[in-house]
């Protein structure tokens, strides 16, 4: 069966930075658009980054020029580099397959001071 985790999540000041990594148990990403989600409490999930299988990317208007999507088929993994963050990026983050359908189980970024 195969699962995404992901890692990297953690406490960072604000103006800092987190690489967030999701990896795969099989080699599925070279088959599927990935996405990072995000969800902050008592706010619905939403998309922050989102790449193709081509290699294209997309980004929430809130994060766009400050965090970056990028993939490594051959290592079954894709990473969320997040620069200037902001105390308004608190959130679980989550990698989603979107071809599958398949979820992680999130990661933590809180940003505060």
């Known amino acids: 069966q195969v699962q995404l985790v992901e890692s990297g999540g953690g406490l960072v000041q604000p103006g800092g930075s987190l690489r967030l990594s999701c990896a795969a148990s099989?080699?599925?990403?070279?088959?599927?658009?990935v996405g990072w989600y995000r969800q902050a409490p008592g706010e619905e999930r939403e998309l922050v980054a989102i790449?193709?299988?081509?290699?294209?990317?997309n980004y929430a208007d809130s994060v766009k020029g400050r965090f970056t999507i990028f993939r490594d088929n051959a290592k079954n993994k894709v990473y969320l580099q997040m620069n200037s963050l902001k105390s308004e990026d608190t959130a679980v983050y989550y990698c989603y397959a979107r071809n599958f359908g398949l979820w992680g189980q999130g990661t933590l970024v809180t940003v505060s001071s």
């Open positions: 099989g080699t599925i990403f070279a088959i599927n658009d």
């Open positions: 790449i193709s299988t081509s290699g294209s990317t």
